[in-house]
């Protein structure tokens, strides 16, 4: 399905519906309620910077904002920043509601923002963390050598992402880090230098 401004592939109908099928309602709204807060923080630190929304693409790899506009180099990175900030900030004000009430879909909520906002902190592309790496190293070196320090970098930490999952799986502790790793290796980008492609997870 796709519109000029939304737009949302068949792979991502389906991981919904496969979701939407294995969890509660209750579940879905502590899943929601952080990606929603996470792009939330996006969306409003690229319009403070004049920036404008073109596109909101859901796809496997997750929600994609595409942007229009000119701004420094800093304003691509601190909109990049904005999505786990808010993300931490809604975990703690969750975590701290859950505590005052005892509500178990608050408790779980806090967790998955948690866990989502410093899994995009990573310096991986394409994840918000490797976006502010790229953005960082392309001002300190260069184009050329900004781009193969990220992909390196990207490649050897996912690889060892991957490794720990699969240390992980013969223990017996799940399969999460390993699906992970595996989905940050297939997501990476052709090229690291993402500043003018516009686009943020």
Not at 64 to 69: H, L, R, T
Not at 86 to 100: D, E, Q, T, W
Request: include cysteine; glycine fraction near 10%.
């Amino acid at each position: 399905m796709e519109n000029k401004r939304l737009s949302i592939s068949t792979g991502a109908i389906l991981l919904g519906a496969l979701i939407y099928c294995t969890a509660s309602f209750s579940e879905l709204a502590a899943i929601l309620a952080p990606v929603i807060v996470h792009e939330l923080g996006h969306i409003v630190t690229l319009r403070l910077y004049g920036l404008h929304i073109r596109r909101v693409k859901a796809e496997l790899r997750g929600l994609c904002i595409e942007y229009g506009g000119v701004c420094a180099p800093i304003g691509h990175a601190v909109s990049a920043l904005a999505g786990p900030a808010a993300g931490l900030g809604y975990a703690f004000a969750a975590s701290y509601a859950a505590r005052r009430t005892g509500n178990g879909v608050l408790t779980l909520s806090a967790g998955v923002s948690l866990l989502l906002s410093l899994f995009n902190l990573l310096p991986i592309l394409p994840l918000d963390g490797g976006r502010v790496f790229s953005i960082l190293a392309a001002e300190l070196l260069g184009g050329r050598r900004a781009d193969r320090l990220t992909k390196a970098l990207s490649f050897t930490l996912s690889a060892a992402l991957l490794a720990a999952g699969i240390w992980l799986m013969a223990r017996g502790e799940g399969t999460a880090l390993a699906l992970a790793a595996l989905w940050l290796l297939a997501a990476q980008p052709d090229k690291a230098i993402l500043v003018n492609r516009k686009e943020l997870l």
